[in-house]
């Protein structure tokens, strides 16, 4: 056990992570043992979890670009909030497609309404984010009053019902249809082939492979292509640059400022396109209020995935993973709560062999408080299972944020040949 | 510099303002509305008594929030948190308020000591988590807003909602005891007679004694030397032994403090229960309120008045086919234009005092560097 401690000690950053994922699903199955419950770690519950996962992606990775630049931005749900509006009027009006890119457009004016603000004009990035939020909602309301509200089945709150996105199987490994030709469905064959243990995980990847949603699968790409993007090319270095240190990089000739309208205008795209998201593959309708705080999510998730692209789509898993559980039934949860309670217990544990004793002290009383709430609560309340996300952010926080490096120069005023 | 602090607290927010109300009318000509007689409706619908009332009904709550964000802006602490902890301050003291009744005077403090203690606690998470574990009190206080959101909704729901629920679903009504008595009585005085519906909270007074207090504090106390100064120079206060620490901790207790009260003048002066539709967004309104007044107390106070002032007024506009959310669009307009034009203003006053300070070099006899 010690030995296998020491490696965990000396392993790198990505195995780590993959050790930690095992150990959640391995606490995940033993809570489903003693509850009896099945559903915690099943196909369904997966790709439930990818499918809410997305939208917080999307504004994740959007915090992401302005954050690299040196801008915070806290606008992510307002911009989110136009995507959402732009993206139903143009598929009510248009057609899907059209409804995304219009989506992309609402977000994006947003986004460079709060790049005018924080990089020309300088003002605080937390005061022009929360402008941008009021703004947004405000806006889209207004527009929703002269455009939804004469049409049937629209409001001031709603539109009318729109067509969405339609699925689709991946070619060769689900049986996708490739230019008019049908691939072969491998892992379905797999599926079907009825073999011990083989089957199941054919089956959960033919879950995520099968019927998935063109949008989740952009977002998806998106993650690879942003860490390539801002870590491999000369662009992305230069974008980084005025996140970490803007003089030095302005002093090196790198155009800051537009660098940074750059980021920021690239949030607003991405908050857009989660927008785009939810109205388009989740809802079918723009409902005002619909982002429900995801813009807010997405932030949690930027930090909670220390400013990168791989930690971010890990936090927004998480996240997309808690609100599934909220449409899976009380027992689900139950049993959710007893996983986290064995978790936190099982960490005190490990801290108290490494003599972290305060921490260890910390994480028992926090892990025995769930066990106690497992043991005495009938059914977990809807209502507190919808603070879970902030909840885990929070405590994720308090927890690591001394280990969490944020962008060295982000929020920082920066004008123009000007020192620091 | 007299001027040039004129330009910035005054100027700044009338430009910011014509500019709103300007972007606003091209939006409504877009859609083909008359701005012009728009906004004659509001003025005309706006000054009437009962709207007056109700304007310094909506500004209450809105000056409160207001002044909660201002003492926080003044050390350079952002709450966010207002929304979240005023919402659960309220549901907390509208039920302990009902549980019991005493004195009205008694009755009414013990509803204020429940409501403040709630939001204090509410803000101290926040300001602990910064000291302790140096988490950012703008994310912790976004996320604490919902954790209070979906915590307030649970327990009104299932702990202090009413058992005898008739068509609305509330907590229990507080006896009149706790309730805050309207001032119409003493307007009449004035010889101002409102109609029915228009009460003037009494909450007024508590809110002027808290505006006049929070101008003492900051202004005129020790504590607000202190706060004043880590504000505009952490290092520097920290080096003549103010303990950034504790700042910290006591400016967000007394901001959640604050952000308690905000929901009082409605439940005390209105509904005496916590329905569950009770009015949102004070919060987050608060910020732009405090940002208009430039945190200044008379400033916010002007400001809260305006905002109370569209929110009433925009009550018209549906009923001549405007929409009515082309308010909301004025005050998301001007929190961005004020602080836009605050920017703009300040860099042209810095430009003048530094060519002033040239030219008074240029003009001065030659003095050897090494003495200046």
């Not at chain 1, 050790?19 to 439930?48: K, N, P, Q």
């Not at chain 1, 054919?202 to 492979?209: C, D, L, P, S």
């Not at chain 1, 537009?258 to 920021?264: D, I």
């Not at chain 2, 103010?242 to 400016?251: E, G, L, Y």
């Amino acid at each position: 056990m010690t030995a296998l401690v020491d490696r965990y000690q000396q392993a790198g950053r990505r195995s780590r992570i993959v050790v930690i994922a095992l150990v959640a699903i391995l606490v995940m199955t033993i809570a489903e043992l003693i509850t009896g419950t099945s559903d915690l770690t099943s196909r369904s519950t997966a790709s439930a979890a990818l499918r809410l996962a997305i939208p917080i992606l999307l504004a994740g990775l959007g915090g992401l670009y302005s954050e690299r630049s040196g801008v915070v931005n806290i606008g992510l749900e307002g911009m989110m909030i136009a995507g959402t509006w732009f993206a139903a009027w143009g598929a009510w009006m248009f057609g899907p497609w059209e409804g995304v890119l219009l989506g992309i457009i609402g977000g994006a004016i947003f986004g460079l309404l709060h790049a005018l603000a924080t990089v020309t004009f300088n003002v605080d990035h937390i005061v022009s984010g929360v402008a941008i939020n009021i703004l947004g909602l405000g806006a889209m309301r207004f527009l929703s009053s002269i455009v939804y509200t004469p049409e049937t089945g629209g409001s001031v709150i709603q539109s009318p019902p729109i067509g969405g996105i339609s699925n689709v199987d991946l070619p060769f490994l689900a049986g996708g249809n490739l230019f008019g030709w049908n691939t072969p469905d491998f892992f379905g064959w797999l599926e079907n082939l009825d073999m011990f243990f083989v089957s199941d995980v054919a089956g959960v990847i033919r879950g995520f492979t099968g019927q998935i949603n063109w949008l989740t699968l952009i977002g998806l790409a998106l993650v690879p292509l942003t860490a390539w993007l801002l870590w491999r090319t000369p662009w992305g270095l230069r974008l980084r640059s005025c996140g970490e240190d803007p003089w030095a990089a302005e002093s090196l000739g790198v155009p800051v400022l537009r660098m940074k309208y750059y980021g920021v205008v690239i949030s607003g795209i991405l908050s857009g396109l989660a927008g785009a998201f939810l109205v388009l593959v989740q809802a079918g309708i723009y409902r005002e209020g619909m982002t429900g705080g995801r813009g807010f999510i997405g932030l949690g998730a930027l930090i909670f995935g220390n400013w990168l692209p791989a930690g971010v789509l890990g936090g927004s898993l998480v996240f997309g993973f808690g609100d599934s559980l909220r449409f899976r039934g009380p027992e689900v949860v139950k049993s959710f709560i007893l996983a986290v309670a064995i978790g936190l217990i099982a960490y005190g544990i490990y801290s108290f062999t490494r003599s972290k004793i305060r921490a260890a002290t910390i994480q028992t009383i926090i892990g025995a408080a769930f066990l106690l709430y497992y043991l005495q609560v009938e059914e977990v309340s809807n209502q507190l299972l919808a603070a879970l996300p902030y909840v885990i952010t929070l405590l994720v926080l308090a927890a690591a944020s001394q280990h969490l490096r944020m962008p060295a120069a982000d929020g920082a005023r920066y004008a123009k040949g000007e020192a620091r | 510099v007299k001027s040039g602090r004129f330009l910035t607290t005054v100027v700044a927010p009338l430009i910011a303002l014509v500019i709103a109300f300007g972007i606003a009318a091209l939006a409504l000509l877009l859609v083909g509305i008359n701005p012009i007689t728009a906004y004659q409706e509001m003025l005309s619908f706006g000054l009437s008594t009962e709207s007056l009332i109700i304007t310094i009904n909506n500004a209450l709550p809105l000056f409160v929030s207001a002044l909660a964000v201002a003492i926080g802006f003044k050390m350079g602490l952002f709450n966010i948190g207002v929304e979240g902890a005023y919402l659960l301050a309220a549901l907390f003291a509208a039920y302990v308020g009902a549980q019991f009744s005493i004195t009205p005077i008694l009755h009414v403090s013990a509803i204020l000591l429940v409501a403040a203690g709630v939001g204090a606690f509410w803000a101290w998470i926040a300001g602990v988590l910064k000291v302790k574990r140096g988490v950012h009190e703008v994310i912790s206080t976004i996320m604490l807003n919902y954790i209070a959101l979906a915590l307030s909704a649970y327990l009104f729901l299932n702990v202090f909602r009413a058992e005898t629920a008739g068509l609305t679903i509330a907590t229990d009504l507080i006896p009149e005891t706790g309730w805050i008595p309207s001032l119409n009585p003493i307007l009449a005085l004035f010889g101002i007679e409102a109609r029915a519906g228009a009460n003037l909270h009494g909450f007024l007074l508590i809110a002027i004694v808290l505006g006049v207090g929070y101008h003492y504090l900051v202004n005129k106390s020790r504590f607000g030397y202190n706060l004043r100064a880590s504000g505009v120079n952490p290092t520097a206060a920290g080096a003549s032994g103010v303990d950034p620490k504790k700042m910290v901790i006591r400016t967000m207790l007394i901001s959640g403090a604050l952000a308690g009260l905000v929901g009082i003048a409605p439940l005390l002066g209105f509904y005496h229960q916590y329905p569950q539709d009770f009015p949102r967004n004070f919060g987050f309104n608060g910020i732009a309120v405090a940002l208009l007044g430039r945190n200044h107390p008379v400033g916010m106070a002007f400001g809260a008045l305006l905002f109370g002032f569209m929110q009433r007024s925009s009550l018209i506009l549906d009923l001549v086919d405007v929409p009515k959310e082309i308010v909301t669009i004025i005050q998301g307009i001007v929190v961005l234009a004020v602080v836009i034009v605050y920017e703009v203003i300040a860099r042209y006053v810095n430009r003048r005092v530094i060519a002033a300070a040239a030219a008074a070099t240029d003009t001065a006899p030659d003095v050897p560097a090494v003495a200046a």
